[in-house]
């Protein structure tokens, strides 16, 4: 097992450590005590989970490339003003979603069109964005960095800046053994913090290992979702990772085609990847583009919200019948999905090192 | 830099395994080698290598960025200002039916780049090769195997973000019968699988053969004339077709009229 950080930067973590200690010593998870592990950032995935799609093979997790990413990731240089890094919009404390934004805002406070997704267990996505064009996690950073409403730069200009940043030429150094700064290393670095975001400790997981259990609420919240939620938000990861059209009223001023984009096939019109529902009471607003702001509003949309069309989902065809205690009790269990250990770790946030 | 190292290993690999690894035929199963010129003497090391000089034309006559006017088959006037295309995968093989390819071969020919129009080809086996195969665009693994570097670079332009794939082959230029409004041709020809890919294969004879020794490198002078884009067996009309930046039935159908682009105008050994 390789160690997360050396113990010259474990000295520096340790006021976040105490710090963090502190603030989590009323958290609700038994799981944060003051040892918190920052020696190891290899995961210990729970059983019972599926063997993830990329599991860093040609890409090895290290802590230098870890470290690298980490930077990359709280990086400004990456957009062309150096005003936008990805932890612009992907903010821990919202599961690395945006927190209260429909739409994402780039450089010259230019908007997108959708809604920043929450970035946790990317290992097991077989491709990226709400309309999956990506197929790799390695490639995903070149999109918002040449995106021109996200961060408007090109790749080989962010490689420019880089190489010309002592910081970073002794980061690429540590993590691939020479100064060399080129974007097979930036991307691979990024895919390695990307892909060791995991969030696996929340309540839900502590009774799937026997070491937690449901309230009477949550547990009847939790059969109902899994009659009536689970076939698309498939257990653990809470996603099928397909593309289905939940039945949105299409916004005409944005006209977002969502799956279609990608491949050009009228049935794939309006459908976008079944989003995880980890950490959601922390990863609002909701949607592709955040069109709801509460998960009362989510729920009513299935209960009543459904526009049928040619491409929705037919198992959403009826709706899906929910009382009002059913709706509390479904929300009780998904606030069960929140993992404070992840959106709290210090080795994820911008004051790590 | 890895490329490099990878590079140098196998030189000293195959260095040290002298004559005993290609002759016993083990590693590559090749039949014995040609007979050389009488002028070449074969040494120590039995690779060798062969440059491919590419020249990029238009109907025949030599490609000119930003200035040059040329006719499509269309009758439609055009400048060409970009023009770049991936060349990939060779296999080389003997009229023996021995065949080689190189651990990997990936070539952006940008016609900005004087130094791009030859493709050096070294490791390769001592022999008389009698033809050429190789792929127009870049291969379905490393479409979808995450960041890749030299030719195949991201920050060289030739790479889709927002729908992960490499652009194959890239033309960008002028006429004015484009329908665009700004009187543009757009010409991004990417997809890698399914019914609208714009990957083919190529396979060419040698007029005649490519003698490799580890001393003697052969020259195979290719052309590459842009006017085959837009001629057959789909004739393009600027008028109606002029931008093509997705994945779709216009980048096949040039696609299919680019199968056939290349020609060897000669091999000098």
């Known amino acids: 097992m390789k160690r997360f950080i050396t113990p010259l930067q474990i000295k520096k973590a340790i006021g976040m450590t105490f710090l963090s200690a502190l603030v989590l010593s009323c958290s609700v998870d038994p799981e944060i005590t003051p040892t918190v592990n920052l020696d190891n950032i290899q995961p210990v995935i729970p059983d019972g989970w599926p063997t993830p799609v990329y599991n860093f093979e040609n890409n090895p997790l290290t802590p230098a490339g870890f470290d690298l990413g980490h930077a990359l990731f709280y990086e400004p240089m990456l957009s062309v003003d150096n005003t936008v890094s990805c932890s612009s919009c992907h903010q821990q404390f919202a599961a690395f979603a945006q927190a209260d934004h429909d739409f994402s805002h780039g450089i010259n406070g230019l908007l997108g069109k959708r809604n920043a997704p929450a970035l946790q267990n990317l290992n097991w996505n077989p491709y990226f964005m709400h309309d999956g064009g990506i197929n790799n996690i390695e490639v995903q950073p070149t999109a918002p960095i040449t995106n021109p409403v996200e961060m408007g730069e090109t790749i080989s200009n962010v490689v420019f800046k880089l190489s010309n940043s002592s910081k970073y030429r002794t980061l690429f150094k540590n993590a691939f053994g020479d100064e060399t700064v080129n974007s097979q290393r930036m991307l691979k670095a990024l895919a390695q913090f990307m892909g060791a975001l995991y969030s696996y400790n929340s309540k839900y997981d502590q009774v799937r290992a026997g070491k937690a259990s449901f309230t009477a609420a949550e547990q009847q919240g939790y059969t109902l979702f899994q009659q009536k939620c689970a076939s698309c938000h498939v257990e653990p990861l809470f996603s099928d990772y397909q593309f289905r059209n939940n039945g949105l009223a299409v916004n005409t001023f944005i006209n977002d085609s969502g799956r279609a984009h990608i491949t050009q096939l009228p049935a794939d019109l309006w459908k976008f990847k079944t989003p995880s529902l980890r950490n959601i009471e922390k990863s609002k607003p909701y949607m592709h583009d955040g069109r709801f702001t509460t998960l009362d509003q989510c729920l009513d949309h299935y209960v009543s919200g459904i526009v049928s069309s040619a491409t929705l989902d037919p198992q959403l065809a009826s709706g899906i019948a929910l009382s009002s205690q059913d709706k509390t009790n479904i929300i009780a269990f998904l606030k069960t999905l929140t993992d404070t250990k992840f959106l709290t770790d210090v080795r994820y946030s911008e004051n790590y090192k | ?269």
């Not at chain 2, 005993?20 to 039949?31: D, L, N, T």
């Not at chain 2, 080689?100 to 080809?121: C, G, K, M, R, T």
């Not at chain 2, 060289?156 to 033309?171: Q, R, V």
């Not at chain 2, 329908?179 to 714009?198: E, I, P, Q, R």
């Open chain 2, 1 to 269: 830099m890895r490329m490099k190292k990878q590079f140098l290993k196998t030189y000293l690999f195959i260095f040290a395994c002298g004559l005993a690894v290609v002759v016993s035929c083990k590693k590559y199963h090749a039949p014995a080698p040609e007979p050389m010129p009488a002028a070449v003497t074969p040494g120590p090391d039995t690779t060798g290598s062969l440059d491919i000089v590419m020249s990029n034309v238009v109907n025949g006559v030599p490609l000119v960025l930003g200035t040059q006017k040329y006719t499509n088959a269309n009758s439609d006037t055009f400048i060409v200002n970009t023009y770049k295309y991936y060349f990939t995968n060779i296999r080389l093989t003997t009229s023996g039916g021995y065949a080689w390819s190189p651990a990997e071969s990936y070539y952006l020919v940008d016609q900005s780049n004087p130094s791009s129009l030859i493709l050096h080809v070294s490791g390769i086996p001592r022999a008389s090769y009698s033809s050429i195969e190789f792929m127009i665009g870049v291969d379905k693994n490393r479409n979808t195997s995450g960041a890749q570097t030299g030719a195949l670079d991201p920050a060289n332009g030739m790479f889709w973000s927002w729908n992960t794939g490499y652009i194959m082959a890239k033309l960008e230029g002028t006429s004015p019968q484009s329908g665009d409004n700004y009187k543009k041709l757009t010409f991004h020809l990417g997809g890698f699988s399914g019914a609208f890919s714009v990957l083919r294969s190529v396979q060419l004879p040698f007029p005649n053969a490519a003698q490799v020794t580890e001393t003697h490198k052969p020259q195979v002078n290719m052309n590459c004339d842009v006017a085959e884009w837009f001629k057959t067996p789909n004739t393009i009309s600027f008028g109606t077709v002029y931008g093509v930046t997705t994945s779709n039935t216009n980048a096949k159908n040039i696609a299919d009229n680019y199968a056939d682009m290349f020609t060897i105008t000669s091999v000098v050994n």
